[in-house]
């Protein structure tokens, strides 16, 4: 069973097994298994270039490094997106060398076998796809034992990507300072797995390729956890590969690695934005304005909650229209409430063009004694 997305520039199967149940085959698989077929179906026909050359992304599977070496493949590793393969193309296409390339994929089902055009494309998937089943029935195989004949050769490769939602107003500096904690305080293991090295692909001069927010964790036991934030979501994507004897064994890596992964994002950045955020409701019955745009106050006086830790005010107005005042002086202040109104006073014409005004405040803060102090800096006799 073989279906392509719409523009047909991806496409997937499910494989019949044995017992006429249908399973469905990963991004990964397929890529493994089509520069399996691709290699040794070149080497029989004598059709193998010199120094031949596959592509694959990084989040992409270990696996196809294993069949590549077997092959006497060299394969690149290029960043997430399929044009970065379409470069390699066309870097070889300008050394006169375009017959070099053999194959590029990516674990989101793109595929693309010859230098016909720089894109994935599911039309010449398609077709490889089929031809490879055609020609494993054509021997008494199908793609399902040769996938079992590739694991039993190279290990049991398991490949999952989860994905970590952050929605709201909070959601991008929580996304932000969960990578930052990762590069500040890189973890020395996951799930008692050892970490024995980080690559920082925000550091192209030790990784060759271009700048990227993407953090890559090897483990000691040929494990690895891939992390980045998505392009057009809010969300933190995980790539986990695991290695065992068998897939229940790698499954189950798996499973604790993404438990271990969501700790340690929770540690290096703590979830108190949503915890110690109050909206007050009424606040702008204070200033008898209506608001004129789409935009949030948020106002802030605990320093783990902010990005800011200096002593003065900063206003910092993001994409979504949403004002900032991150005033970590307040903690330390003699009479935090009056200077938290300062701030207020300071900054009442954003005030009045808010839709919503937010406050992240220590719990230790007298908030009440502040709403009193609010109405007496403004002279506001009315309740909230």
């Not at 490094?65 to 393969?85: P, S």
């Not at 956890?225 to 969300?235: A, H, N």
């Not at 695991?242 to 499954?251: F, I, M, P, R, V």
């Not at 540690?267 to 909206?279: G, Q």
Request: hydrophobic content about 40%.
């Amino acid at each position: 069973m073989l279906a392509t997305d719409p523009d047909a520039d991806r496409v997937g199967i499910a494989m019949r097994c044995p017992d006429g149940s249908y399973e469905l085959v990963s991004g990964n698989e397929m890529g493994a298994l089509l520069l399996d077929y691709i290699c040794a179906g070149r080497i029989e026909k004598g059709t193998m270039p010199e120094k031949p050359v596959a592509v694959m992304s990084i989040v992409s599977t270990p696996l196809a490094d294993k069949i590549a070496e077997n092959y006497g493949v060299e394969l690149r590793h290029v960043l997430t997106g399929f044009k970065w393969i379409g470069d390699q193309i066309a870097q070889l296409e300008a050394a006169g060398e375009v017959d070099r390339f053999i194959f590029g994929f990516e674990e989101s089902y793109g595929y693309l076998a010859g230098p016909y055009v720089r894109d994935k494309d599911a039309i010449i998937g398609s077709m490889l796809i089929c031809e490879m089943a055609a020609y494993y029935r054509s021997i008494g195989s199908s793609i399902k034992q040769r996938l079992e004949e590739i694991y039993a050769q190279y290990g049991r490769y398991l490949n999952k990507v989860d994905s970590f939602e952050f929605p709201g107003l909070t959601g991008m500096d929580k996304m932000n300072g969960i990578m930052s904690g990762l590069r500040e305080n890189a973890p020395a293991e996951f799930a008692g797995k050892k970490v024995v090295e980080v690559v920082d692909y925000a550091e192209p001069e030790k990784t060759g390729l271009p700048k990227a927010n993407v953090l890559l964790y090897k483990l000691d036991d040929g494990a690895s956890v891939i992390v980045r934030p998505s392009g057009t979501e809010p969300k933190i994507k995980t790539y986990f590969t695991t290695l065992g004897k068998d897939l229940a064994e790698a499954e189950a890596e798996k499973d604790a690695l993404a438990e271990a992964f969501f700790t340690v994002s929770d540690s290096v950045f703590p979830v108190c934005l949503p915890i110690r955020s109050y909206l007050l409701r009424g606040v702008t019955a204070l200033f008898r304005t209506p608001s004129a745009g789409p935009s949030v106050f948020l106002i802030g006086t605990d320093p783990g909650c902010l990005e800011d830790k200096s002593d003065t005010v900063v206003v910092i107005p993001d994409r979504a229209g949403v004002v900032v005042v991150s005033n970590s002086r307040v903690l330390q202040a003699p009479d935090p409430v009056c200077d938290l109104c300062q701030v207020i006073a300071e900054h009442a014409d954003q005030l009045l063009d808010a839709l919503f005004v937010v406050f992240l405040l220590d719990e230790a803060f007298e908030f009440t004694q502040f709403l009193i102090g609010l109405r007496a800096k403004f002279g506001v006799t009315n309740s909230l």
